[in-house]
C-alpha cells in the first residue's frame, strides 16, 4: 500500500522560513517524481514545486521560485520543500503527491493528506 505523508506544518510570522517533509512508503517502483501542490482557501490547488527521481531535474511555479527549493534524501525517501521568506499568501494546504511517470510534469496519482502552512502579518 503506498502511503504518502507530509509533515512540517504551522504557523509562522511574514517573512520565516519553514521546511516541509514529505515521505513515501509501500512503492517498488523507483523511478518517480515527487511534487508539492498548495490550496489556499477558497482557490484551486496549485502546483508549487517537482523533483524527479534523480534529483537533478527540478520545477518551480513562477510565485515560489527563488524563495522555495525542492529537494530530496534518498537515504531516508524524503523529499523537502525549504520555504524562505514566507508571505501571508503563502497560507495553505500544502501536498506531496507521486507522478509515477518520472517526468515531474505529468499526472501525479498519489496524494498525502496535506500539511496546513499559516504565515501571518
Known amino acids: 500500500q503506498v502511503q504518502v505523508t507530509e509533515s512540517g506544518g504551522r504557523l509562522v510570522q511574514d517573512g520565516d522560513s519553514l521546511r516541509l517533509a514529505c515521505t513515501t512508503s509501500?512503492?517498488?517502483?523507483?523511478?518517480?517524481?515527487t511534487g508539492w501542490f498548495r490550496q489556499a482557501p477558497g482557490k484551486e490547488r496549485a502546483f508549487v514545486a517537482a523533483i524527479r527521481w534523480s534529483g537533478a531535474n527540478k520545477y518551480y511555479s513562477d510565485s515560489v521560485r527563488g524563495r522555495f527549493t525542492i529537494s530530496k534524501d534518498h537515504a531516508k525517501n524524503t523529499v523537502y520543500l525549504q520555504m524562505n521568506k514566507l508571505k501571508p499568501d503563502d497560507t495553505a494546504v500544502y501536498y506531496c503527491?507521486?507522478?509515477?511517470?518520472?517526468?515531474?510534469?505529468?499526472?501525479?496519482?498519489?496524494w498525502g493528506q496535506g500539511t496546513q502552512v499559516t504565515v501571518s502579518s
Open positions: 509501500g512503492l517498488d517502483d523507483y523511478n518517480y517524481a
Open positions: 503527491a507521486l507522478d509515477m511517470t518520472g517526468r515531474g510534469t505529468g499526472q501525479f496519482t498519489y
